[in-house]
Nanobody, 123 residues
Framework: QVQLVESGGGLVQAGGSLRLSCAAS????????MGWFRQAPGKERELVAA???????YYADSVKGRFTISRDNAKNTLYLQMDSLKPEDTAVYYC?????????????????WGQGTQVTVSS
């Protein structure tokens, strides 16, 4: 079993920054892909960024150049640095562990999920 706990969400003005953290316990994350998803009210959960076990990264077009995903395998922790935030970034953000080392883009390719952390960007 893997437990994932997100932190770092909050309320920020447009143009501001937040750093999300996802602490994993139970098993190491080093051999698995990890991802950040988000879900806004009335919308489907979508992948924001992912990092493979080998270190390659993927970003949704909507966040390229503004968000940075990173992982500290020694601390068993995943991060998401979010800069130049926009009101449309408002959502609940979820950390997830992939079922394999390659980073997938679909919800079904991730088997453990955190409870989520709210990010609200005011205009």
């Amino acid at each position: 079993q893997v437990q994932l706990v997100e932190s770092g969400g909050g309320l920020v003005q447009a143009g501001g920054s937040l750093r999300l953290s996802c602490a994993a316990s139970g098993r190491t994350i080093s051999t698995y892909a990890m991802g950040w998803f988000r879900q806004a009210p009335g919308k489907e959960r979508e992948l924001v960024a992912a990092a493979s076990s080998a270190g390659s990264t993927y970003y949704a077009d909507s966040v390229k150049g503004r968000f940075t995903i990173s992982r500290d395998n020694a601390k068993n922790t995943l991060y998401l640095q979010m800069d130049s935030l926009k009101p449309e970034d408002t959502a609940v953000y979820y950390c997830a562990r992939g079922s394999r080392g390659i980073a997938g883009t679909r919800v079904s390719e991730y088997d453990y999920w955190g409870q989520g952390t709210q990010v609200t960007v005011s205009s």
